[in-house]
T-cell receptor
Framework: GIQVEQSPPDLILQEGANSTLRCNFS?????LQWFHQNPWGQLINLFY???GTKQNGRLSATTVATERYSLLYISSSQTTDSGVYFC???????????FGAGTILRVKS | NAGVTQTPKFQVLKTGQSMTLQCAQD?????MYWYRQDPGMGLRLIYY???????DKGEVPNGYNVSRLNKREFSLRLESAAPSQTSVYFC?????????????FGPGTRLTVT
């Protein structure tokens, strides 16, 4: 089945710094989502981005489907950005998502 | 519009006990899913239901059963709980809207089996 790899596995930032998280996938996809899991465990939808670029405030994402990767940019990070960021791709019938292992982000004040 | 709701939020079971996790969505989505998340890992699909009346196994179905009760509700049953089933369980739903198939998650159920 499809493989999803995220990097880096861990990231520590000072408040105000920028960061780029990467998601590589092993096969063609027609759906890609980025999620933020906050410290309380809640999964929050960030982007639905099978291709192209989207921006939402300080966050933006780019997916280059032909090269099988997606990037999540966080600018001017805040402590509330801390948590785990997951990339998930759609594989086959029923819109099943396959998740990467996540990037743990810690933003220090 | 509550989105995806799950009950209970927390549960402790003894080995061999059974229980059912409940999930409901009010977004009129066709597809529903059950995932488990173990410490330090991403989510793994247990079972899914592409539409009312159908269910299929995911990546880790052993030890679980599901019921798609109607379009809104999808339950997950543990017939004989084992310590290896200690995990956080998430329900999700998805449906097509203007060509977009975005998946939304419930708040999770934290299950401990002793």
């Amino acid at each position: 089945g499809i493989q999803v790899e995220q990097s880096p596995p861990d990231l520590i930032l000072q408040e105000g710094a920028n960061s780029t998280l990467r998601c590589n996938f092993s096969d063609s996809v027609n759906n890609l989502q980025w999620f933020h899991q906050n410290p309380w465990g809640q999964l929050i939808n960030l982007f639905y981005i099978p291709s192209g670029t989207k921006q939402n405030g300080r966050l933006s994402a780019t997916t280059v489907a032909t090269e099988r990767y997606s990037l999540l940019y966080i600018s001017s990070s805040q402590t509330t950005d801390s948590g785990v960021y997951f990339c998930a791709v759609r594989a086959g019938y029923g819109n099943k998502l396959v998740f990467g292992a996540g990037t743990i982000l810690r933003v220090k004040s | 519009n509550a989105g995806v709701t799950q009950t209970p939020k927390f549960q402790v079971l003894k080995t061999g006990q059974s229980m059912t996790l409940q999930c409901a969505q009010d977004m009129n989505h066709n597809s529903m899913y059950w995932y488990r998340q173990d410490p330090g890992m991403g989510l793994r699909l247990i079972y899914y239901s592409a539409s009312e009346g159908t269910t299929d196994k995911g990546e880790v179905p052993n030890g679980y059963n599901v019921s798609r009760l109607n379009k809104r509700e999808f339950s997950l049953r543990l017939e004989s709980a084992a310590p290896s089933q200690t995990s956080v369980y998430f329900c999700a739903s998805s449906g097509e809207r203007q060509g977009v198939y975005e998946q939304y998650f419930g708040p999770g159920t934290r299950l401990t089996v002793t």
